[in-house]
């Protein structure tokens, strides 16, 4: 399993797939891009990872890797790299279209706007304790997407094919069933 350690909290994913027992790995090079078999894309800051992508040569070989089927997790940013459409990105602000959603940056509002909800989450017995931090929304899913969570009205959670994206950050609890269920897809 590769994280992808441009920018942003790695370090949390990391130790939540290691107490289930996955090996990882921090990518921020093309050729360690090409020894992984799934890449998580962490939050952080989208603009700054997509800058950080193009100057590190990766965004390239990451597009034809999407592009070629290799699952995907993204969390808040890494939810925003991963989109088909950005609203209220900067122009230059490159995403893969690896999973057919429209996300709006900062959607729940500025950092101290950041909240914590249960949400109940398809395919999951109990609530899942949620961490948003300047978190983006859905506003727009294709017909291959799955929802699994939504706050008010606005998909939070979703899926499609060997990708999955949360706009908040599951690696800050210690619930590890939203990495489990991205092993699962792997």
Known sequence: MGLLALQGAVGPHADAFAALGAVTVEVRTPEQLGDVDALVIPGGESTTMSKLLASSGLAAPLAERLAGGMPAMGTCAGMIVLADTVLDGRADQRSFAAIDITVRRNAFGRQVDSFEADLAVAG???????????????????????????????????????????????????????????????
């Open 124 to 186: 999951l017995d109990e609530s899942f304790h949620a961490v948003f931090i300047r978190a983006p929304f859905v506003e727009e899913v294709g017909l291959d997407v799955e929802v699994l969570a939504s706050v008010d009205g606005h998909p939070v959670l979703c899926r499609a094919g060997s990708v999955l994206v949360s706009a908040f950050h599951p690696e800050l609890t210690d619930d590890l069933r939203i990495h489990q269920m991205f092993l699962s897809m792997t």
